[in-house]
């Protein structure tokens, strides 16, 4: 099955509470066929996405702001115009740097993370209480956390 056309405005979409960051799919995997899926996600300074793994590649690119990329342990500091790609099973996390709330876009590949991110909008409503929900969602989707100072 072909995927079909697809335009979304900006007012478009719904965005997700996830961690104290924003998210708005962009597309879905719905959208895709699996293919593939695309997201905008917003960084504030000192929050961002704990160090974890998956089954898919995930790119980044960074539209504003300053973020705080790590990727199999290394550091890098990531402005506007700057792209990673976290190849499947690397060890990635990031969070914002600038006082101007960061805004990344996401692509993963194939698309797994919509389910993932919903129902972190739907569970963990409060903060630092709810974290422990986390490891089960992961599970669920596919999603490993890593512990700091552990390998994966």
């Given amino acids: 099955m072909a995927t079909s056309p697809l335009i979304r405005h900006a007012q478009d979409g719904i965005?997700?509470?996830?961690?104290?960051?924003?998210?708005?799919?962009?597309?879905?995997t719905d959208d895709t066929q699996g293919r593939y899926s695309s997201m905008l996600n917003t960084v504030p300074k000192g929050l961002g996405a704990p160090p974890h793994q998956h089954p898919w590649d995930e790119a980044f690119y960074v539209l504003k702001g300053e973020v705080e990329f790590t990727l199999n342990g290394d550091q890098h500091v990531l402005k506007e115009g700057d792209y990673v790609l976290a190849p499947a099973n690397a060890v990635h996390a990031f969070k914002g740097l600038s006082d101007q709330e960061g805004l990344l876009i996401a692509f993963e590949s194939p698309g797994h993370s919509h389910h993932f991110f919903q129902e972190i909008n739907d569970s963990v409503k409060t903060l630092p209480d709810d974290l422990t929900k986390m490891p089960d969602i992961g599970q669920r989707h596919q999603v490993t956390f890593i512990q700091p100072g552990t390998a994966a």
Wanted: glycine residues 8%; proline residues 0%.
């Fill in 15 to 28: 965005w997700l509470n996830v961690l104290g960051m924003q998210i708005k799919f962009l597309c879905t």
